[in-house]
């Protein structure tokens, strides 16, 4: 054997220095992976979802109460937020309507009252302005009081001048009325300024507080939709757990096991928050012709307000968002405990 030759088997023989070239079965290994396509991933992701599905259907008993658990828990807080909703919108009304009555002090002629009232309507707070008459006022009561004899035998007109002033849409608010209230009773002449809004902060101050008590209770009833969620993946997870076990020995990620299960808590969380949706939508429906009548009977044209196309698209989104977290959170746990001739 010539020397050239010997030096080649030999360094084909020696030992490789490492880190110098890869080996044949890493180069192999190298050139067979390829990361999938995106259609791929997506056409992966479609039919676990529907997968997903087909396996609610198939046991349509325990989905629907599950489901109905669900859409319960998030109708009541959703309920209950309609209810401020529509409570902060009548009340609004309320405020707006909410006026100012100046009772001028005896002895006042009329063309004070009328220039005094055309003064006040230059004021860029106040929007409209109305001059009640002494005389007119007496005659408004005559006709509806049934005292006429008993006021013909008065020697003069009690009645004082009255002024009646709504505030312009920027100061209709509690506060606002309260200094416009203090601030003409400082500078007209009068013995009385009257503004009935007290009632009305009072409204808004109870509204707060429902708005408060539907949070904490929506905090809680979410807690609650994750653990019912959680609970039903984790006897599901149980209930497949032989499948699970072959395909962590066939070398399935725990992110490729816990797939299905995201997809199937997402499910009931679509499901829940069309029910959610549904029933409350139903309850507005069967209130809005009552609360209609009512509002009829003191001059209102209040309708209830519904939770349109963002609120019932935010319920079922927070129903998906729950259902997804609960899932994750119970598949994650429960997996973990899972392994090939383990036990749970």
Do not use: C
Not at 179 to 188: F, I, M, P, V, Y
Not at 195 to 222: E, I, N, S, Y
């Amino acid at each position: 054997m010539n020397k050239p030759m010997a030096r080649t088997k030999a360094r084909r023989s020696g030992p490789r220095r490492p880190g110098t070239r890869p080996t044949r079965r890493k180069r192999q290994r190298a050139k067979a992976f390829r990361w999938p396509s995106l259609g791929a991933v997506l056409v992966d992701h479609a039919r676990v979802l529907v997968a997903s599905l087909g396996r609610l259907v198939s046991h349509p008993l325990s989905t629907l109460m599950t489901v109905a658990v669900i859409g319960i828990a998030l109708a009541l807080p959703a309920g209950l937020h309609l209810i401020v909703t529509n409570g902060r919108a009548l009340s609004g009304q309320w405020a707006g309507a909410a006026e100012l009555s100046v009772y001028l002090r005896p002895g006042t002629d009329v063309a004070t009252a009328k220039k005094i009232a055309a003064e006040l309507e230059s004021d860029p707070v106040i929007a409209e302005v109305r001059l009640i008459a002494s005389d007119e006022a007496l005659a408004e009561f005559r006709e509806y009081s049934g005292f006429g004899s008993a006021l013909d035998a008065l020697p003069e007109n009690p009645l004082p001048h009255v002024i009646v002033i709504l505030p312009a849409d920027g100061s209709r608010s509690a506060p606002a009325v309260d200094d416009l209230r203090r601030r003409l009773t400082d500078e007209l002449p009068a013995d009385l300024v009257q503004a009935d809004t007290a009632w009305v902060a009072r409204l808004q101050a109870m509204l707060d507080l429902v708005r408060r008590t539907v949070f904490l209770a929506g905090l809680f009833l979410a807690l609650g939709v994750l653990i019912i969620v959680g609970n039903t993946i984790r006897l599901d997870i149980q209930n497949r757990r032989d499948e699970i076990e072959v395909s962590k020995l066939i070398g399935a990620t725990d992110g490729f096991i816990r797939r299905p299960f995201l997809y199937t808590g997402a499910w009931y969380g679509i499901l829940g928050g069309l029910l959610a949706l549904g029933l409350v939508t139903g309850s507005l429906f069967a209130l809005d012709d009552p609360v209609r009548r009512l509002s009829g009977l003191y001059g209102s044209g209040f309708r209830l307000t519904g939770p349109g196309l963002a609120g019932g698209s935010g319920l079922i989104a927070a129903g998906i968002a729950l259902g997804w977290l609960g899932s994750w959170l119970s598949a994650t746990r429960t997996m973990r405990r899972i392994e090939p001739g383990g036990r749970a």
